[in-house]
């Protein structure tokens, strides 16, 4: 059996015993639910070990410490793996020019350290989504694009603002990048981004973009997402390159 204590303050969580407010009762399984937490903010936990059998017990805990997110993540690249079968590879959910029949390419021809995704050129945890993209033949732009069975609500806790990471390389084709998003009701709008310069850049830049900006899209219907290089409405005829993305997530 476990004593668990939890609270927003290290020096109380240590000191707290069964007569403080931060007590959380005992509990004999591994799990413990904190209930809803404010976003970005540090909250500490011990655990103590009791065995009413022993007369040293109870056992003290250290105290451990978590920081909350302040965002909610849209995809961060971390769980495709090369389990073709099982269909978790990269290029299952985020489908390139193979199937749109745009210049776009998603992952490597062959899979590494257990994945088709970029463990190399990472922004955050431990992958990455390459997209090569090459517009020197029709349609002239490159298109990667992931599809979500349910209408996704990006509302929810007050997020206004789509946030992705963004890589280039210097050898790469400047040209325009551009986020589209359609909701459920096929309303779609597209938003690029000012510099074409960000797909050659050899550092991460993170693209926020205000969901108001897509106009006419409701925000709580989202049903697909498309990440592209070049220009769907005026296509012409362009380079090759690579670029990275990691990390799209909704933020207040």
């Known amino acids: 059996l476990f004593r668990s204590y939890f609270g927003e303050d290290a020096v109380a969580v240590a000191s707290a015993d069964t007569t403080s407010d931060l007590y959380r009762g005992r ?3 591994t799990t413990f639910d904190a209930g809803d937490l404010a976003w970005g903010k540090t909250y500490f936990w011990r655990v103590d070990e009791i065995d009413a059998s022993d007369p040293e017990s109870p056992w003290k805990g250290t105290v451990w410490s978590s920081t909350t997110a302040d965002f909610l993540s849209v995809d961060d690249f971390e769980s495709y793996t090369d389990d073709i079968d099982a269909e978790e590879t990269i290029w299952h959910a985020w489908i390139d020019g193979l199937t749109n029949n745009t210049g776009s390419y998603v992952g490597y021809e062959n899979a590494a350290n257990g994945t088709f995704a970029e463990t190399t050129v990472v922004h955050g945890g431990g992958q990455s989504m ?3 993209y090459d517009n020197t033949e029709s349609p002239y732009y490159s298109e990667v694009e992931r599809a979500w069975t349910t209408a996704q ?4 806790d007050g997020v206004t603002t789509l946030s992705l990471f963004v890589r280039g390389r210097t050898s790469g084709a400047e040209t325009s990048l551009y986020v589209a998003l359609e909701d459920s009701n096929n309303k779609s709008a597209v938003v690029a981004h000012p510099d074409n310069t960000v797909v050659t850049s050899p550092e991460w830049i993170e693209w926020q973009i205000p969901l108001s900006s897509f106009t006419g899209v409701s925000a709580t219907k989202i049903r697909t997402m498309c990440i592209g290089v070049g220009s769907r409405t005026s296509p012409v005829q362009g380079g090759t390159g690579v670029i ?9």
């Open 27 to 29: 509990q004999s399984g």
């Open 130 to 132: 390459p997209v090569t």
């Open 153 to 156: 609500n990006w509302t929810v």
């Open 244 to 252: 990275y993305i990691d990390d799209i997530r909704l933020i207040k």
